[in-house]
Nanobody, 127 residues
C-alpha cells in the first residue's frame, strides 16, 4: 500500500479558497487512480474528485466548477496530489481524505475500491 499524508486544511471564510496536498510515499502518477473524499459529521464519506494516469478527471456535482484536482507537473517525480478549493461554502466543512489504488476509473467514487488512505485534514468554512 501507498502511504498518504494530507495537509493544507484549516479555517476559511465563505467564498474563500484553500489548497489541500496529499504526499505519497512513492511515485504515483503512472500507476494509480487518486481520489479525494470528504466526510461531514453524521454523513457518509463521499468521493468528490479523482484523476488517473490517463489524465481522466471526475468531480462530484457538489464541487464541479469550484474544485480542481491536480498532480505535480513534474511527471517523472510526481508524488503529490492537490485539491484546489475555490468559492467555498459552509457545506464544504468536512474532514478531507486522499486515497489511491489501481482501479478502473469509472469506480472512482467507490470507497471500497481504494486500499490506501490518508488520515485526513479538517476544512472548516465559516460565515
Amino acid at each position: 500500500q501507498v502511504q498518504l499524508v494530507e495537509s493544507g486544511g484549516g479555517s476559511v471564510q465563505v467564498g474563500g479558497s484553500l489548497r489541500l496536498s496529499c504526499a505519497a510515499s512513492e511515485l504515483i502518477y503512472s500507476s494509480y487512480c487518486l481520489g479525494w473524499f470528504r466526510q461531514s459529521p453524521g454523513k457518509e464519506r463521499e468521493g468528490i474528485a479523482a484523476m488517473d494516469s490517463a489524465c481522466n478527471t471526475g468531480y462530484a456535482d457538489s464541487v464541479k466548477g469550484r474544485f480542481t484536482i491536480s498532480q505535480d507537473s513534474d511527471y517523472d517525480n510526481a508524488n503529490t496530489l492537490y485539491l484546489q478549493m475555490n468559492s467555498q461554502n459552509p457545506e464544504d466543512t468536512a474532514m478531507y481524505y486522499c486515497a489511491a489504488d489501481k482501479l478502473i476509473f469509472t469506480d472512482w467514487r467507490r470507497q471500497d475500491a481504494y486500499q490506501s488512505w490518508g488520515k485526513g485534514t479538517q476544512v472548516t468554512v465559516t460565515s
